[in-house]
């Protein structure tokens, strides 16, 4: 008999150990998943103009899309929507752009800059010219946010021929530091290090 509860009792650890392992791996990914779908905003809003900055929040924001009225579920219940509603965003970022603009956001948000400049070399010499530009922002981005500023503004005269909005360096410039400024609030608001290598 004490054989049989010692068992049982090592079989709930195990299974108490997985399911904490589980919910861990499980608010990781919902964590990473929010981040691409901000981080992917952030770049659909740098390809088709208007304010990068409120497209990368428009995820977040917890809206009557979600068929509930504010204070009608719990905080939890909330941020577990948004999180969705930012995966979902994520998904969006991949259909319009591809699996390698994807994954280009995925490594930028993660301080992976060497997979996020191979990945958006693939995507900035796509045919089709939007994906190209989402391509050629993520290799601006992942350039900058790696402390590599020359090589970012290096870019900036494909930027200036290829994005439709900026129309001088000086703009291109200004695009790229709010960017960054977003970047880093999308990580913080997310649990992740601001700046990489902190």
Not at 45 to 50: E, I, T
Not at 79 to 84: D, F, G, R, V
Request: proline share 2%; charged share 25%; glycine share 12%.
């Amino acid at each position: 008999m004490k054989k049989w509860i010692a068992l049982l009792g090592i079989g709930l650890l195990l299974a108490v150990g997985c399911t904490k392992q589980q919910a861990k791996q499980a608010g990781e990914g919902a964590t990473m998943g929010a981040v691409v779908g901000a981080v992917g905003g952030l770049v659909t809003g740098l390809v088709f103009g208007g304010n990068p900055i409120e497209s990368a929040a428009a995820g977040a924001v917890f809206g009557a899309s979600t068929g509930a009225t504010a204070g009608a579920i719990s905080g939890a219940q909330q941020e577990s929507a948004q999180k969705e509603q930012q995966r979902a965003k994520g998904e969006e970022f991949r259909k319009k752009f591809g699996d390698d603009a994807y994954n280009g956001a995925v490594a930028l948000a993660q301080c992976k800059h060497e997979v996020a400049l191979a990945n958006a070399a693939i995507v900035s010499k796509d045919a089709d010219k939007d994906k190209a530009l989402a391509g050629l922002w993520l290799e601006v981005l992942s350039h900058a946010d790696n402390k590599q500023e020359e090589q970012a503004r290096a870019l900036f005269p494909a930027v200036v021929e290829k994005d439709p909005e900026v129309k001088t360096e000086v703009q291109a410039e200004e695009k790229m530091r709010r960017a960054l400024q977003k970047l880093m609030e999308i990580r913080a608001e997310n649990g992740l290090p601001q700046v990489c290598g902190q």
